[in-house]
């Protein structure tokens, strides 16, 4: 139990337009979910913590309008980056967590590059 | 504030040998402690956590790591690593407070040599 998946895996995509990216707890509900962004060679940073039905906490630094983040349901999460520049280029991992259990669960993370 | 240390960013180590890969954590409130492992373009599995009990807390493929409240430690340890072991290995907490949210620690990359 407890899978989350991402889609999609990789994306390519050219300066200026917008993706999407989807997060589902595929087993489980979740009550909150996280967004991070991975730079190579280094941990995990924190883009936002996104709780059902309430607008996602986003981290200092992190631009809220440039990195929407839409939590419909118990199941799913949505980043989209908005306007993507080359610096936007990184991988993203989404995880899920469920009440009382303190432990997060992630997904496969998504490879984004943008052109 | 809390921070998570972990204090080599590399840890090169024969096949087979024993391993340690150390983890710091400063924190004003009471903490819940977790290993995790990233294998090479893979997202993060969990090895182990420990929420409470004993100290001492066994995990997934024979990776173990020990509570030490007084020196505000979590070291992971294995006795006989082999060449699947390779990979990221980060420290995170989660403060009780918070809201489930992990602290991470900068991450060893464990690198084992045949």
């Known amino acids: 139990g407890a899978v989350v998946s991402q889609h999609p895996s990789r994306v390519i995509c050219k300066s200026g337009t917008s993706v999407k990216i989807e997060c589902r707890s595929l087993d489980f509900q979740a009550t909150t979910m996280f967004w991070y962004r991975q730079f190579p060679k280094q941990s995990l940073m924190l883009m936002a913590t996104s709780n059902e039905g309430s607008k996602a906490t986003y981290e200092q630094g992190v631009e809220k309008d440039k990195f929407l983040i839409n939590h419909a349901s118990l199941t799913l999460s949505t980043l989209t980056v908005t306007s993507a520049h080359p610096e936007d280029s990184s991988f993203y991992i989404c995880s899920s967590a469920r009440d009382r259990n303190y432990e997060q669960y992630f997904g496969p993370g998504t490879r984004l590059t943008v052109t | 504030a809390q921070s998570v240390t972990q204090l080599d960013s590399q840890v090169p180590v024969f096949e087979e040998a024993p391993v340690e890969l150390r983890c710091n954590y400063s924190?004003?409130?009471?903490?819940?402690l977790f290993w995790y492992v990233q294998y090479p373009n893979q997202g993060l599995q969990l090895l182990l956590k420990?929420?409470?009990?004993s100290t001492l807390v066994k995990g997934i493929n024979g990776f173990e790591a020990e509570f030490n409240k007084s020196q505000t430690s979590f070291h992971l340890r294995k006795p006989s690593v082999h060449i699947s072991d390779t990979a990221e290995y980060f420290c995170?907490?989660?403060?009780?407070?918070?809201?489930?949210?992990?602290?991470w620690g900068a991450g060893t990359k464990l690198i084992i040599k045949p």
């Open positions: 924190s004003s409130v009471s903490v819940y």
């Open positions: 420990y929420l409470s009990g």
């Open positions: 995170a907490v989660i403060p009780m407070d918070s809201n489930y949210q992990l602290i």
